[in-house]
Each structure stands twice: as structure tokens, then as C-alpha cells.
């Protein structure tokens, strides 16, 4: 039987974030970091501590109106996250950014990452007030194909802007959801 989400969680202040949420998210991150996950550190093998400094950079930076996490939980364990971030300025607050979306190892392939993000376009549209989400991706991985099936659209490239390793240059992928 294919797990199905069975609750989104959203964080939206440091205060929020218990000690278990922490752990959960940080030991997802290193674990799909470690697998070669296209999710801020791209030269694997990294350790807890190391994804725990910058969660927690990014955690200080939760707030209502510019930065949350979103959760997927089956029975009540972490599945998958990402964080949604907005600039309060009045040009641009209409937009958000999609950062470090990532499906647990242990959930792969069944449906969690696309349930996530299926939220998230109501979250942000709904609960945030935005108009459009935008997102950089890995060239290389697949993953334009994944975000295009759910109504990502291409809208630029900057060539060979991620340097993985010698010979090893991939493009930048953007893209954008009309909300």
C-alpha cells in the first residue's frame, strides 16, 4: 500500500519549530543531500551539523508575511518539506521563491514531492496573497520534466552556472507557476 500524506504542517516562525520537527527535517536533508538530491549542497557526503547550521539560518528568517516551511507528514513522520520565501518590498512582494524541496528517501516515488507542491500553490495563493512562485533547478536531474507536470513553466536558463566538478557544468533552470 503507497503512503498517502495524511497532514501538511506549516511553520511560520522560529518558535515553532520543536526539537523532533528539527531533527526530522535536518536528517531528511542530509539524507537526500547524501543521495544526490539537487537541494543546497551539491558535494556530497554532508553530516547533520552541517545541514543544521544552515536550517537554522534559515529558520531564524521564518515569519508570517515573508518565509514558511511546509511540511508533508505520513502518520505523523516527516515525508517531505520546502520553504516558501517572499520579498516584503512592494515591487516584488507579489512573487514567492521556492528553496530545498525535498521528498525523504523513504517516501520516493509516491507521490509526496507532487502532493507538496500541490499544496503549496494553494498556500501561497490562498494564504500568502501571491500571484506567481519561482524556482531555479538543477539542470541535468529531471527535474523540469517533474515541475512541468504540474504546471512549472521554462522560463530561462543560465548555462552551465553550476559547476558540480571538472567536466561536470549544468545549467540553471527557472521557472515560474502562474497562481
Known sequence: MTPRVTE??????????????????VECWVAVSNAGGAVGFPFPP???????AVF???STGLSPQSS??????VDGT???????????NPLI???????HVQTHTGFRGRGIGAALMR??????????GLEQLHLAARG?????????????????RWPAALRLGPGDDRDEILMLLEL
Open 8 to 25: 501538511f504542517l506549516q511553520i511560520t516562525s522560529p518558535q515553532e519549530v520543536s526539537s523532533e520537527q528539527r531533527r526530522q527535517m
Open 56 to 58: 537554522d539560518q534559515i
Open 119 to 128: 499544496r503549496l500553490h494553494d498556500l501561497a495563493r490562498e494564504e500568502m
Open 68 to 73: 514558511r516551511f511546509l511540511l508533508a507528514l
Open 46 to 52: 554532508v553530516g547533520f551539523d552541517q545541514v543544521a
Open 78 to 88: 516527516l515525508a517531505g518539506w520546502l520553504n516558501v520565501r517572499r520579498d516584503v
Open 140 to 156: 541535468g536531474t529531471g527535474l523540469e520534466d517533474f515541475y512541468g507536470r504540474l504546471g512549472w513553466k521554462e522560463i530561462g
Open 93 to 99: 512582494a507579489h512573487w514567492g521563491t521556492v528553496h
